[in-house]
Nanobody, 124 residues
Framework: QVQLVESGGGSVQAGGSLRLSCAASGYSGYYCMGWFRQAPGKEREGVAAMDSVGRIWYVDSVKGRFTISKDNANNPLVLQMNSLKPEDTAMYYC???????????????????WGQGTQVTVSS
């Protein structure tokens, strides 16, 4: 059974850092995982994603500030967020897909498994 459990959200001032973690179980072989976020009144958007063969994708607004990583299949997916801005405030969701190639890492419809979300709040 697939399970995604996020942790690491919180509140921070602008310029600060947070580290999100997503523990995943039930995936083997090829898979992709990513982070999405949704602010009040806005659509859920991709933030960063990667697959098990080394492809990595970032949305332009976080390039140079956020880093996605996953050391191996048994380790959690990590999103290191530095130089946070108030516009990064949102609920952050971990997403994953096992089986079938992930053509578009940044597309919401690529993923079929989702975590419950963790809140990130950045104050100015």
């Amino acid at each position: 059974q697939v399970q995604l459990v996020e942790s690491g959200g919180g509140s921070v001032q602008a310029g600060g850092s947070l580290r999100l973690s997503c523990a995943a179980s039930g995936y083997s072989g090829y898979y992709c995982m990513g982070w999405f976020r949704q602010a009040p009144g806005k659509e859920r958007e991709g933030v960063a994603a990667m697959d098990s063969v080394g492809r990595i994708w970032y949305v332009d607004s976080v390039k140079g500030r956020f880093t996605i990583s996953k050391d191996n299949a048994n380790n959690p997916l990590v999103l290191q967020m530095n130089s946070l801005k108030p516009e990064d405030t949102a609920m952050y969701y971990c997403a994953a897909r096992g089986g079938g190639y992930c053509y578009d890492l940044g597309r919401r419809q690529t993923y079929n498994d989702w975590g419950q979300g963790t809140q990130v709040t950045v104050s100015s």
